[in-house]
């Protein structure tokens, strides 16, 4: 079993910025491709960034391409989001998930494990 936890959410302004992270547990960090899903008010969750085990592969959601970076330390069993140029569109609880495979099973939301979200409001 793998445990989650975010921390780093909070109430910004438009175009200021925020970096989330979520600490790991109960499994070796370095086995779990880690991603970042986001749900807004009344929407589905998405997809937003995912790192693989190494950190050597990443993906973003093309509303946060240029916006947002994703990383991770293995030594500290931390994925990070770092999220710039925050938009009033981006406001949602964001989750962190983890997953031994990548891409394709975490990416489309079906990671194993999943924490249990912080919220991000951006005011305009």
């Known amino acids: 079993q793998v445990h989650l936890v975010e921390f780093g959410g909070g109430l910004v302004q438009s175009g200021c910025s925020l970096r989330l992270s979520c600490a790991a547990s109960?499994?070796?960090?370095?086995?779990?491709?880690m991603v970042w899903f986001r749900q807004a008010s009344g929407k589905e969750r998405e997809f937003v960034a995912g790192?693989?085990?190494?950190?050597?592969?990443?993906k973003y959601a093309e509303s946060v391409k240029g916006r947002f970076t994703i990383s991770r330390d293995n030594a500290k069993n931390t994925v990070f989001l770092q999220m710039n140029s925050l938009k009033p569109e981006d406001t949602a609880v964001y989750y962190c998930?983890?997953?031994?495979?990548?891409?394709?099973?975490?990416?489309?939301?079906?990671?194993?494990?999943w924490g249990q979200g912080t919220q991000v409001t951006v005011s305009s």
């Open positions: 790192i693989s085990w190494s950190g050597g592969n990443t």
């Open positions: 998930a983890a997953d031994q495979r990548w891409p394709s099973t975490i990416v489309d939301g079906r990671a194993s494990y």
């Open positions: 109960g499994r070796p960090f370095s086995d779990l491709a």
